[in-house]
Every structure is written in C-alpha cells, then in structure tokens.
C-alpha cells in the first residue's frame, strides 16, 4: 500500500517522514524537497513522475543511499539510514538496493556475466554459488545464451536486461530505475517493462522507479508526481490542476 | 572484497594508446637508471677486480697514487727479507715497478689518451695470480719487449700482438697478450722495469711502487708491522684491493653524481606522464567508477583498484626499460682514471640487483603517478558521475 | 584580441592537467639546460682556449718534465711573443675531496700569456715579492672561505712534505667561463725546497704567438730545434691540446646526446598524447564552435595556439630555472671548475620547446580541423 500523507504504519518497508532536500547552485538556496512523506509496502509498483528539475533524480539518490537528506528519516526495513556512516552506507547499499539506470552503466571490459557477478563479490559466497546466482538472473531477463559477450556487441535492449539482472542477482530488498526505457525504441522498452512487471507479480519484487513516460507510468500500480518539493497522487493532481495549480499535462491511469 | 583485477587488466589494454605513454616515459627513465649505475658499477668493479686480498702494495710514505710513489732498491731488498711474504721458484715474490704514462693514439677517436706503463720484474706474473698469458709468451728481461693487457689492442691504436711500436726514444716489440680477469691492469702495457728506466733516463734504483704476494691475507698485519717497525722504511703498506677501491670513488662519484641528477629530472617527468595517464583515465571512466561505487564498492576498494592499475603500468614500463638497456651489458668504453691520470678501458656492468632496483624505482615512480588520480576517483561524487555529468 | 581569453579559459578548465603537462615541458627543458652545462664543463677547456696560445710538452707523456734551458730558445723563434712555464704540484688540502689543480709558476710571464685572468697590480706585486706566496681563483677561495692574507697549508705527495702558502691575491677570469679554481706559486721557491727531483726542469710551456696564423710553422720550428735531444718537445695549439684531453674523458657527449634524445622522444609522447586527450574531450564544444561558424582554419589555429603557448611557458621556465641552479650550485666542483648554462643552450631551449609544442599539437589539431560537426554533435 502506498501512501504520500503520512499516515502509514512504521511496519511498511520503505518508511519515509518529513525529508528536505536543499543544495546551492550558483550561489541560490533551492529547495527541492520539502517535507516529503512516502510510505512503501513489499511488492508494491510505484512510477514517479515530474518536470525536469522537480527533484526525482534527488528523491531516487536519496532513498538509494547516494545522498543524504537535509533533514527527515528514511527508513528501509527496519534500517534507519539519514545517518548512517559512508562505509556503513556502502555496505547497505550493496544489500538492499538493486539500481537500473537510462544508461545501463555497464563495465565495458567485462562480459555479461562479469557484470552480472559484481556485486556478488561484495559477499561471501563461494565462486561456484556466485555462477549459479548469475546464470539464474541472466536466464529470468533471457540472456543466457549471451552471457561471454562485451556489452558492445548487444543491443540496447540486451543492454539493459543485463542491467535489470544485475540489479536482482543479489535479491535485493528494492529495484530503484531512473528512467530505464529512456534511451530505448518502443519495442524494447515493452519488453523492458514486461520483464519489470514479471518480477514484481512473481517475485513480489518492490520497485519505485523514475520516468518521464506515461506509458510505461501507467504500467505501475501507483504513479506519483513530485510537486513543489513533496509527493502528490496522480489523481489527486488532477484535482489540483482544476483548483486553478499549475502542472505539466500528465495523465496517469491511476492506482491498480 | 575487492575490485576484479581483470577489470584493470583491460582497462589498460583499452586505452592501450594513452598507457602507452606512462609506459614508455617510465621506461626510459628506469633505462637511464640502470644504465648510469651499471657505468658506475663497472668502472668499480674493474678497478676492484684489480686487486687480490693476499696481495700488498708498497709505496712511498704520504703517495697516494703510484705515479707519485718512489720506493729505493734498498727498501726493496729489505721487502724482500719480510714475513708473511710467499715464495716462488725463483725467490720472494716481489715485484718492484716503475710506472709511467705515455700517449698512444685512440682507435675511435685518434686522439691521444695517456696509457699506463708498468715496468715490471721477471716475478709479476706469479705476483698476481690472477693473470694470465693468452697469446703468444712473457717479456724477457733485458730487451725491449712488451706484453699488453687484452683491452689494449682493441683500444689505442699499433699495439696488437706482434707488433712494433716507437715511444720514449727506443722501438718495442709486443710479444704478448695477458688477461687480467677485467681489471685496470687490462688496460696496462707491461715493459721490464730496467729497460724502461733506461729509456726514460730515470734513475734505476727508484721504483714508483711495490706489489708484494702474501702467503694469506692474514698475513697482511705480520707484514705491515714488521716493515712499520723498521726505521729505514719510509712507505705506507695497503693491500692492493683497498687501494684500487679507493682510487674508483673520483670517478664513480661523478658518474653517480651527474647519473643522478639526470635520473631524477627524468623521473618528476616521468611521473608527470603516468600522473597525466592516470587523470584522463578517472576521468574517462568516471561513469564506470561512480557504477561500481553505487554497487556498494567502497572507497578503499577504488583506490586499490587504480594503485593496481598504475602500478601494473609502470611495472611493465621497468622491464622494458632494462631490457632496453640489456644488450649494453658488457659494452667496453672507456674514461679517464683520475688518480693515475691514464685512460682505462672498463665495461658496462648489469647485474639482477642492479635490475631489481630498476624494477623497484618503476613502481616507486607508479605509485606516486598513481595514488593522487586513485584518490580523486574514490572521491568523487556518485550520483552525478552515474548520469555522465 | 579576444581569441585569447578563450584559449587561456580552456587551458585553465582541467587545472591539473594544465600542471602536470606545464610540468612535463619544465622538466624536460630543465634537464636539457643541465645537459647543456655538464657539456660546457667537460668542454671549458676547449672552449676558454687561446687561440694565440701553444702548448709545449715532453713527447714522451704529459707527466714528464721539459728542461728550463729551453725557456731562452724558445723564446727566440720568430713569431713568439711571451712564454711561460707551470708545473703541476699535486698536493692535498685538508682532504683528497677538497681537490683543485695548483701549480708552480713563473710569476714574471704568468699574466702576460693569460692576461684573462685578472688580479689587481697591488696584489699581483706582493705575491712576487713573497716567495712562499700563492695566488688562487674566485671559484676555490669561495669554495672554502678563503681570504687574502690567510696561510694555506697543503700536504705535498708528489714533492713530500708540510707546504704552507701566504695568500697574496685572488685572481677573476675575464668572462663567465673561465677556469677560476686553479692555485699558483712561486717556481722558484718550489725548485729550491725539491732541487733534487726538480733538477732545473719545468712541466710545460705555454706561449703566445703574434700571429695565430704562424701557430703551425712556429709549433714545428719548437719540436725540430729538440728533435733527438734527451727531452723531445711535442707542440700543438691550446686548443688542441685540451680537445684531447676531454676526449680522454670517455665518450661523455655521446651519452649526453643519447640521454638527450631519449628525453625529448619521451616527452613529445607525453605531451602528444595529452594534447590529444584534451582534444578528445572537447569534441563538443569545438563542434559546436564550428556549427557557429568558426572556420576549419581557426580550429586548427586554436589548437595550436594552446599547445604552443603550454609549450612556452613550461619550457622556458624549466630552461631559466636550470639557468639559475646552475649559476648558483655546482654539484661537483673538485671535478668540474665551471658549471653554468651558456646563454647560447638558453636560446636553443626556448627554440626546442617551441619545435616541441608544434609538433605535439599538430595531430590533434588537424583532427579537431577535420571534425565533421555531424558526428561530433552525435558523439556527445
């Protein structure tokens, strides 16, 4: 259950209270975030949506452990993390946190399933329980047959269901994508996201991602809109457009 | 748990073009390096190699070089009365000794250089031991005939085996050559010490110095004490290693001195290269570091991963810089000893220690060009570089 | 001209890199600044020689002495204008390191055949006058604080024995280069104290000619007059004289040349390559210079520009600043007398950075003048 206002239970998985974002550019104080409350259940499929510079890149960082907010709580299964240290940050990340990215950041030197197998270096698992771990995520997103190639020579499509396998090789508690279908056509980026929708009907796989597409927003069970630096339901803004706020021209089918 | 090394491995490869250049820069340096000390090395070790610990060389008290020394016959005999002195078939084994310069041509120059003449007794072959006859046969005493030591022919021009030669006003003939094990004695010519005094009109009762053959070098303070103690002696008694060790330091000093400043100069540039290499590396692949990072890399793991990476460079930027400088190995040239004023011949001399310093200067001038661009990747901000800005 | 805030505003975008390839050419242009004095050292006494001077040895060898009777006969043949004797004295003072050259010599012709050598006439007449009294060079006074009127003492090898010297005058070479280390005394007090191992004989002789035209007949003239005497002379120029004497000194340039060589090879990569590199990175923004329309011609002026000016001011810094340690410290003064870059390795530095920064940019910039804005756009 997703909830914006508030008024979820400290029981739901991604717990987030009262969060401020502010930076300095070019001298001016901007406040991209303020007061932002965001409550996330295990399996649930949430789309953020926003114009440039609303802050959902901001938002992403933040709840991935790459930033650390200027005041609020964020709190991921149990783990409080606005103040944990760097290191500590790290670790966390690398067991909670599954990152799809636009730009696939692959490792252009390693193969598939060397990029596939980074972040299970980071545990202690034998190299034989890491091969099998790999050959696993790479036979969900359907690569397995390409698992010895150099990202060169896949297709952008390949490219980034070796990011997604990546992303779940190490069972993390999240998926966080920052516009995965940007730099994809549309063939591509509907396989992308039936793979993403198979992962969180079968696998109850949690997902928030970033996207500036309304199609694929409308792929996910809630869609939220990031306005004047706090999270607003699509419906809901709907309502303020009519109160005469000003918005983007976003439709959103709503909750599923 | 840390960054694959193959990640670094083809990295490197990649960017074959850039890595190239820390390569090459370290390489040359690591060359001039091994290159300068090996010159130093075996100028050293000729001139040690010169001389034996159970030989003892006698000069005039206050000499420092046997061009200045001045020994009478009468403290020769006295020498030869000596403990601690071995024997040969003929006698005590002393050699009294005239030493001179004369100027012979260069072969690669044509110019003159100053060749040492030694005036010897009939003994000096069983004085040292360590010589021996390679073509033809000894002089005789009495005549005018020459041996010459194996770099002499290779080097100053009319001087090969069998022929005959004008200087100090007689003709000579060279009826032999003796290898001295490549030592300064190499680049000797050998007269009979009678003869030369002769032709030089010097005095025949002086000799420049005394080399003397012990029956062990433990010897050696039976000997001195003995002779010290004698009132009619007014020499100084050192053994013949000591002394030709003494006498490389001028020498090897400038060539380390000036080997240094030129190794070092070359080496700030050389980590400028691998600094340059390794910035434009960070800064290529910052999309890459800030991935791995937001993987869950640590900092620590970065900066090792990038250490490794230069100093897999500038390793391999030391071996080819030795073996660049390889084939100099044993490379003859020669130089001018200060201290006897005359021109020896020596050669390069490259040794696995000599190498492993090379290797180990590498990686010193790596680490340097490489912790500075490692540090920076491990600090820059993630969340910016993952979107390529 | 405005182009040039914009090509120093690019330089400055990657201040680091800026730096180390700044730092690239100052080294480089330094180190060819200390090659160039090292090879001005071996060569000084080629360099300083007169060419109105000859040299008079024993045929024999150079250690040898030549009689003192033949000072007269020199003296007649046609075309000599002074003549002097030196012998050299050996000797150590304090320490073998602390070595410099000293000789016994003939105070009333000394200055007349080396006249750029300078000493004050008060002090030059004193140090006649006193006969255990010595005259030595800026370089060695300065060497170990020596004052005039201090007594020296000197512990003598070839000629033994306690030699204590007053210091009567401290001589100045005419020009930078000259040798300034040298230590002179009187011939005559060092005949008397060793008679027996002098036996009226001197170590060489060093005259100058009226004209230096005459230098080969007069040179001839001197070793025929003693051909099959018991000392039989050997002539030839100054000049030639120590040009033996260096090439004595081992193959020293060659390796010079080579070091040199590998250096400069070295850095043209370096420096090359980062050029390139910094190129690379700016595809964009030259694409976008020539989608505004900037010429083909401009681009490549600009690239050059940048590697030409990087290559200037490096380099001519690392060449001055090698000007200046050289001026003020000589790494081994008991070997080399004079140790400074000569103006003229000052002016081949800046040429050679100059050639360096040329060819370094070039390739880059012709590829930066080749870029089709198409693919440059497409490439960010």
């Given at each position: ?12 998985l991604?717990?987030?209270r009262?969060?401020d974002k ?25 789309a953020f949506?926003g ?17 650390v ?6 709190t991921?299964?149990?783990?409080e ?6 290191g500590?940050?790290t ?44 050959e ?6 359907g ?6 190639h ?18 779940i ?18 063939k ?7 793979l ?19 199609q694929?927003a409308?792929?996910?069970?809630v869609?939220?809109h990031l306005?004047?630096g706090?999270?607003?339901?699509a419906s809901?803004l ?12 976003v ?6 | ?10 990295s ?16 040359g340096?690591?060359g ?7 010159l130093?090395h ?6 040690v190699?010169s001389?034996?610990?159970?030989n ?10 046997e ?6 016959l009468?403290?020769?005999?006295i020498?030869?009365d000596?403990?601690?002195?071995a ?5 005590p084994?002393?050699?009294a ?11 690669s ?16 072959l ?6 021996k ?12 005939e020459?041996v010459?030591g194996r770099?002499?022919?290779?080097t ?8 005959e030669?004008r ?5 000579w003939h060279?009826?032999g ?5 490549g ?9 009979d010490?009678?003869v ?6 010097r ?10 053959h ?25 053994r013949?290693?000591?002394?030709y ?5 001028t ?23 691998a600094?340059?290499?390794?910035y434009?590396?960070?800064s ?19 900066v090792?991963?990038f ?7 500038s390793?391999v930027?030391g071996?080819v ?5 390889l ?8 130089a ?11 050669a390069f001399?490259?040794t ?13 001038m790596?680490?340097?060009?490489g912790?500075?661009?490692?540090i920076?990747?491990?600090?820059r901000?993630v ?5 390529g800005? | 001209?405005?182009y040039?805030?914009l090509?120093?505003?690019n330089l ?7 730096i ?6 100052f080294?480089a ?16 006494g ?8 000859l ?17 007269d006969?020199?003296?007649q043949?046609?075309g ?12 150590v003072?304090?320490?073998?390191k602390?070595?410099?050259p000293k000789?016994?010599v003939?105070?009333e012709?000394?200055?007349?055949v080396?006249p ?7 002090e030059w ?17 300065k060497?170990f ?12 090898d ?9 210091l ?16 002179w ?12 191992q002098?036996?009226g004989r ?5 005259l ?13 003239e ?8 018991s000392?039989?002379?050997?002539t ?16 020293i340039?060659?390796?010079i040349?080579t ?5 400069f ?10 050029m390139?590199i ?6 964009g923004?030259?694409?976008v ?10 681009i490549?002026?600009?690239?050059m520009a ?6 200037l001011?490096?380099?001519?810094l690392g060449?001055?600043a ?6 003020v410290?000589?790494p ?13 390795a000052?002016v ?8 360096v920064g040329?060819?370094?940019?070039i390739i ?5 003048m ?10 960010v």
């Amino acid at each position: 259950m997703v909830r914006v206002d508030g008024s979820g239970s400290a029981s739901s998985l991604i717990h987030v209270r009262g969060l401020d974002k502010k930076y300095y550019r070019g001298g001016e104080e901007i406040h991209v975030l303020q007061g932002l409350n965001l409550d996330v259940d295990q399996g649930d499929f949430v789309a953020f949506m926003g114009p440039s510079g609303s802050g959902k890149t901001t938002l992403l960082n933040l709840l991935g452990g790459l930033d650390v907010p200027s005041a609020g709580s964020i709190t991921v299964a149990g783990d409080e993390i606005t103040h944990m240290s760097r290191g500590n940050l790290t670790e966390w990340r690398a067991r909670h946190v599954g990152f799809v990215f636009q730009m696939y950041n692959l490792i252009p030197v390693l193969t598939a399933f060397q990029n596939v197998e980074l972040p299970l270096l980071l545990t202690k698992l034998s190299k034989t329980e890491r091969r099998k771990h790999v050959e696993t995520a790479l036979g969900v997103v359907g690569l397995s047959d390409r698992m010895n190639h150099f990202p060169r020579q896949l297709s952008g499509g390949q490219e980034q269901r070796v990011t997604i396998a990546r992303a779940i090789v190490s069972d993390p508690t999240f998926l966080l994508c920052d516009e995965p279908t940007g730099d994809l056509d549309r063939k591509s980026a509907d396989e992308i996201m039936a793979l993403i929708l198979t992962l969180v009907k079968q696998d109850k796989k949690t997902v928030l991602m970033v996207t500036h597409d309304p199609q694929v927003a409308d792929r996910a069970d809630v869609t939220l809109h990031l306005n004047k630096g706090a999270l607003v339901e699509a419906s809901k803004l709907e309502g303020a457009r009519l109160e005469g706020t000003r918005s983007e021209g976003v439709t959103s089918g709503g909750a599923r | 748990m840390a960054i694959p090394v193959v990640y670094n491995l083809r990295s490197v490869r990649q960017r074959w073009n850039s890595s190239i250049v820390a390569v090459l820069g370290i390489a040359g340096t690591v060359g001039v390096f091994v290159a300068m000390l090996s010159l130093a090395h075996g100028f050293k070790a000729t001139l040690v190699a010169s001389g034996t610990t159970d030989n003892a060389l006698v000069l005039r008290a206050g000499a420092n070089a046997e061009m200045n020394g001045a020994v009478t016959l009468d403290e020769v005999r006295i020498l030869q009365d000596a403990p601690g002195i071995a024997r040969g078939a003929n006698g005590p084994l002393v050699s009294a000794e005239a030493v001179m310069i004369a100027p012979f041509p260069l072969i690669s120059t044509g110019t003159d250089a100053n060749v040492q003449i030694r005036g010897v007794s009939p003994t000096a072959l069983e004085v040292r031991k360590t010589l021996k006859i390679v073509e033809g046969r000894f002089l005789q005493p009495g005549l005018t005939e020459l041996v010459v030591g194996r770099n002499v022919a290779g080097t100053y021009a009319g001087l090969k085996m069998g022929s005959e030669v004008r200087f100090g006003g007689a003709t000579w003939h060279v009826v032999g050559v003796f290898d001295a094990g490549g030592s300064a004695f190499d680049s000797e010519v050998w007269a009979d010490a009678h003869v030369l005094n002769q032709v030089y009109k010097r005095p025949d009762n002086i000799f420049q110095s005394v080399t003397v053959h012990l029956t062990s070098p433990d010897a050696m303070q039976q000997f001195k004490d003995k002779v010290s103690a004698d009132p009619r002696m007014n020499v100084d008694i050192d053994r013949e290693v000591n002394y030709y060790s003494k006498q490389s330091q001028t020498m090897t000093s400038i060539i380390t001195t000036l080997g240094g400043i030129v190794a070092i100069i070359m080496a700030i540039g050389a980590v400028f290269g691998a600094l340059n290499t390794m910035y434009s590396a960070v800064s290529e692949r910052s999309r890459e570091i800030a991935t791995l990072r937001a993987l869950g890399f640590g900092a620590g793991s970065v900066v090792f991963s990038f250490t490794v990476e230069a100093l897999l460079i500038s390793f391999v930027g030391g071996v080819v810089g030795c073996l660049v400088v390889l084939p100099l190995n044993g490379f003859t040239t020669g130089a001018m000893n200060w201290q006897t004023f005359s021109h020896l011949a020596f050669a390069f001399k490259i040794t696995p220690p000599l190498l492993l310093q090379g290797i180990i200067f590498a990686l010193v001038m790596g680490l340097i060009g490489g912790l500075p661009p490692a540090i920076r990747a491990a600090r820059r901000p993630v969340a910016p570089a993952l979107r390529g800005l | 001209m405005k182009y040039s805030t914009l090509i120093l505003a690019n330089l400055f975008r990657k201040k680091i890199r800026l730096i180390l390839t700044l730092g690239s050419f100052f080294v480089a242009l330094f180190l060819f600044g200390m090659l160039a004095a090292i090879r001005g050292a071996f060569n000084q006494g080629v360099d300083v020689a007169g060419a109105d001077r000859l040299v008079v040895i024993n045929r024999v060898s150079l250690i040898s002495p030549v009689p003192l009777s033949y000072m007269d006969k020199i003296r007649q043949i046609k075309g000599v204008k002074y003549i002097t004797h030196m012998s050299w004295f050996g000797g150590v003072y304090q320490d073998p390191k602390n070595f410099f050259p000293k000789f016994a010599v003939d105070v009333e012709n000394q200055r007349l055949v080396y006249p750029e050598l300078l000493v004050s006439d008060a002090e030059w007449n004193n140090f006649v006058k006193d006969r255990e009294g010595a005259v030595v060079g800026a370089s060695v006074a300065k060497r170990f604080g020596w004052k005039v009127g201090d007594r020296i003492p000197i512990k003598g090898d070839i000629f033994s024995g306690n030699w204590e010297f007053n210091l009567d005058g401290i001589y100045h070479g005419k020009d930078a280069q000259q040798d300034e280390s040298q230590m002179w005394f009187q011939w005559n007090y060092l005949e008397e104290r060793a008679k027996d191992q002098i036996k009226g004989r001197v170590g060489w002789y060093t005259l100058r000619v009226n004209n230096p035209d005459d230098s080969g007949r007069i040179a001839k003239e001197i070793d025929e007059k003693f051909a099959n005497s018991s000392y039989e002379t050997k002539t030839e120029t100054e000049k030639s004289f120590a040009t033996g004497f260096v090439k004595q000194l081992g193959n020293i340039q060659f390796l010079i040349i080579t070091i040199g060589s590998v250096v400069f090879f070295t850095l043209l990569l370096i420096t090359g390559n980062t050029m390139a590199i910094a190129v690379r990175e700016r595809t964009g923004e030259l694409a976008v210079l020539k989608a505004v329309g900037f010429s083909d011609r401009f681009i490549l002026l600009f690239v050059m520009a940048e590697s030409l000016v990087i290559a200037l001011i490096g380099g001519g810094l690392g060449i001055i600043a090698s000007k200046i340690l050289a001026a003020v410290h000589n790494p081994i003064p008991n070997v080399l007398p004079y140790f400074s870059v000569p103006n003229q390795a000052l002016v081949m530095g800046f040429v050679l950075a100059l050639a360096v920064g040329l060819i370094s940019g070039i390739i880059p910039a012709i590829g930066a003048m080749r870029l089709r804005v198409v693919d440059a756009l497409r490439r960010v």
